[in-house]
């Protein structure tokens, strides 16, 4: 688990860092027979540095929309989408994410909004520039995380663009780039919920 992941479960979290397993269903027992609705928190995915620099060297732009945005945190450039509802299914759970990512190559722009991560079938889907839906990311199983009452924390998920996703993206762009670099990085996904 790298730095960043690290201290964003320092911070989010007093409890002990469990296993992954433990942590996605560490809610609280009044919850666990049913649904909780989702009321807030954030998703942070870290390019790797690998990503990252290739992002650089081919001149692709990337920045946040809405109330998403795309800054440096503990020296890594990190994607923050903050959560806007969804639900809390133990161990499971699918998040709506306000905002989106958009990537600029020259005078192509690509959007990618309206993103739905779920933990359950492990895909993320997107409404890519404002129109149809389509499955961009898989979703790896989280490594470390935290928990207690009304919030959870899981991180160091693998973030990666399904063959629907990196295709759609080249094409927009213009590029191959994707299809080279389909893994994007890695997540933490702090989870509020009632």
Known sequence: MNITHSRHLARLSAAAVLGAATAVAAIPAANAAGDS??????????????????????????????????????????????????????PDYVTRLGGGVKLKLRSHVVTLTGIVFDTKTHKATASVDHGKRLAVFKLGDPQEGAGGPGEVVFGDYTVTLTKAGWKKIDTKLHTQFFAHHPRIGTGTTDVKFT
């Open 37 to 90: 609705a989702v009321t807030g928190g954030k998703t942070y995915v870290i390019p790797t540095a690998a990503v990252a620099k290739a992002l650089h060297a081919k001149h692709i732009a990337v920045s946040g929309t809405g109330s998403a945005r795309y800054t440096s945190i503990d020296g890594a450039k990190t994607l923050v989408l903050p959560i806007k509802g969804g639900t809390a299914t133990p």
